[in-house]
């Protein structure tokens, strides 16, 4: 039998899900006999408020861990500040904390590090299924990009359709022979959905990626390894008239390592990165990168948390966001 949702009280009290949810959290912003009614509605369905949902009528401490992997990778640092933000603005507070290893995130998913919060928002570098042991926590946790577990609340960003994008834009303005700026993997080559974008823009020119043209760091999160990268890219002696990074903070090494080199960007070599952080439009030149949406993402992952807090209690849902590219001046124009 399905276990009444939100949306179950909302259809009986002829309100709003939204409404339910302040009624519930203790919010006085509906009237006496509108919140009258919808306790009415919850009884009347069986609507069971959890243990979130009775957080935010008052029974708990209203506040959301939110976890990132570090603070010097521009992604995760104003994107932290962005989620903090939008759950001040549904009258949560948060607590900022940082998850630098696998096990690290695995005990702030579960409440080892984060149990005065009523929920989890986590931006993974390691979660995966085998990492939560295929067992869903015990309160509201979302996790924000990365692949999908089936066993949270995920939203996932257009990694693919935005590497697609950038790589057709590189090839519809003349370049043909593309780097790759990569993070180390174990199989010693390219992999993920951006890397499948990057394979789905070159088929559609007849092209393959060339294994001598691409390059690995041993850390997407910093700069440097991005530097070092392109350095020996550089000495290798291949030929190439554009690099794609996998994203900003990588880019922003190479583009060092090429202006280090004689390179002229975008004259001799196009650049591009990926994430849209605030560093890519004030580089020398302004940096070419692909917005995964961030506002979008962070609207979807602060909702699904207001909702478990309200006592939603359906399975698991992906919510995926868009990606489009941001031309400047890094990668030129059509030659």
């Not at 009258?36 to 009347?44: G, N, S």
């Not at 702030?108 to 570098?125: E, K, L, N, Y």
């Not at 020119?205 to 041993?218: F, K, R, T």
């Amino acid at each position: 039998m399905k276990r009444p949702t939100l949306d179950d009280v909302a259809a009986v009290a002829k309100v709003s899900p939204k409404t339910v949810s302040n009624v519930l959290r203790g919010r006085p912003l509906a009237s006496p006999a509108t919140q009258e009614r919808v306790w009415q509605a919850v009884a009347a369905v069986g609507y069971r408020v959890n243990r979130a949902g009775r957080a935010l009528a008052g029974g708990g401490s209203g506040r959301i861990a939110v976890i990132v992997p570090n603070l010097h990778q521009p992604y995760y640092a104003e994107n932290a500040e962005r989620l903090i933000l939008a759950l001040a603005a549904q009258g949560l507070t948060s607590t900022l904390r940082i998850a630098p290893d696998a096990a690290a995130e695995r005990e702030a998913v579960f409440g080892g590090t984060t149990a005065d919060a009523d929920g989890v928002i986590v931006c993974p570098h390691h979660v995966n299924a085998g990492l939560l042991g295929d067992r869903a926590p015990d309160r509201p946790v979302v996790q924000f990009g990365s692949l999908p577990t089936g066993l949270l609340d995920t939203v996932v960003m257009g990694e693919r359709e935005g590497f697609s994008a950038v790589t057709r834009h590189l090839l519809d303005t003349g370049r043909r022979r593309l780097a790759l700026v990569w993070n180390a993997t174990s199989s010693g080559r390219p992999d993920g959905r951006r890397f499948e974008g990057f394979e789905e823009a070159l088929a559609e020119h007849g092209l393959e990626p060339d294994p001598a043209l691409m390059v690995a760091g041993s850390d997407w999160d910093w700069r440097a390894p991005g530097f070092e990268a392109m350095t020996g890219l550089l000495a290798s002696g291949a030929r190439f008239d554009a690099v794609l990074c996998i994203n900003d903070s990588v880019a922003v090494g190479a583009l060092r390592a090429l202006r280090a080199g004689g390179v002229r960007v975008p004259d001799d070599v196009a650049l591009t990165g990926f994430d849209d952080t605030d560093e890519a439009e004030f580089t020398v030149p302004p940096l070419t990168t692909v917005s995964p949406e961030h506002e979008a993402m962070v609207d979807a992952a602060v909702r699904m948390m207001v909702e478990r807090l309200g006592g939603e209690a359906g399975p698991p849902r992906v919510h995926r966001t868009g990606a489009h590219l941001i031309p400047r001046a890094s990668s030129g124009v059509p030659r």
